[in-house]
């Protein structure tokens, strides 16, 4: 029995201390308003504010770091960090592999966008996305030929450059790149709804982590804290909770 006393005690406390040590917060830095690098060199957007003000909330040291999109969960899995904060949303797929926080950002649309006054049937046509993506896995759904890219600026600049029709991406992110077009991109058809809300991604056995982040994330829904840095990053359109 006091063996048993002593396992517990001593798990108990490489929990604590787990949680005791910095947090490193996983990010891709490259999708704005979402997460992006700025002129300093550091991490910013909407997920670096979100991010600090949970670690904030659970009274936890938290750390930065960026990984490219197509290794970002792997490399969770595999310990480079502890959490995914990078635009995820949640799908039954990924949370096959790995587990996610409460959903801090609603369900929102995913959106097609092309070149301006060109008339793209969009079933036949050359589509660019994002690898690894819930947009990428939509393409291949409705029968288009998917071009796929490792970063968000790559497939934007497909379309520019007329190597795809059209992209598919988050409307938030696409928004403010049709708006800053001087008309020469626009939006095609009708959004699309695929994918839950987005949520913080962790590894299945950090499991008092996860709680402690469920938590913080709580608390500012309740407060509007975060309905408040949803309508700063994404203005008029940000969905509330």
């Not at 939006?187 to 469920?214: C, M, P, Q, Y």
Request: hydrophobic share 40%.
């Amino acid at each position: 029995m006091k063996k048993l006393i002593l396992a517990a005690s001593l798990s108990a406390m490489a929990a604590v201390t787990a949680l005791a040590d910095p947090i490193r917060m996983g990010t891709e830095g490259a999708y704005p308003p979402y997460n992006f690098i700025n002129d300093a060199g550091e991490v910013d957007g909407f997920e670096r504010e979100l991010g600090d003000e949970i670690c904030k909330r659970a009274e936890l040291e938290c750390t930065w770091v960026t990984n490219d999109w197509d290794s970002i969960i792997p490399n969770l899995v595999s310990g480079n960090y502890d959490t995914i904060i990078a635009g995820m949303s949640v799908t039954p797929e990924r949370d096959d592999v790995i587990d996610f926080s409460n959903e801090y950002y609603p369900p929102s649309p995913s959106a097609f966008v092309g070149v301006a006054e060109m008339d793209v049937d969009l079933s036949g046509a050359i589509i660019a996305a994002q690898t690894n993506t819930i947009q990428a896995g939509h393409v291949s759904e409705i029968g288009a030929t998917l071009v796929e890219f490792a970063t968000p600026d790559e497939t934007v600049a497909a379309v520019r450059n007329g190597e795809a029709d059209a992209v598919l991406a988050d409307k938030d992110y696409l928004a403010p790149i049709v708006a800053e077009s001087n008309g020469m991109l626009e939006f095609i058809g009708d959004d699309v709804a695929i994918g839950g809300g987005i949520g913080i991604g962790l590894r299945e056995s950090d499991t008092e982590l996860k709680e402690t982040l469920n938590k913080a994330i709580d608390s500012m829904k309740a407060d509007g804290t975060l309905n408040t840095m949803l309508a700063k990053w994404f203005e008029g359109d940000a969905p509330q909770w």
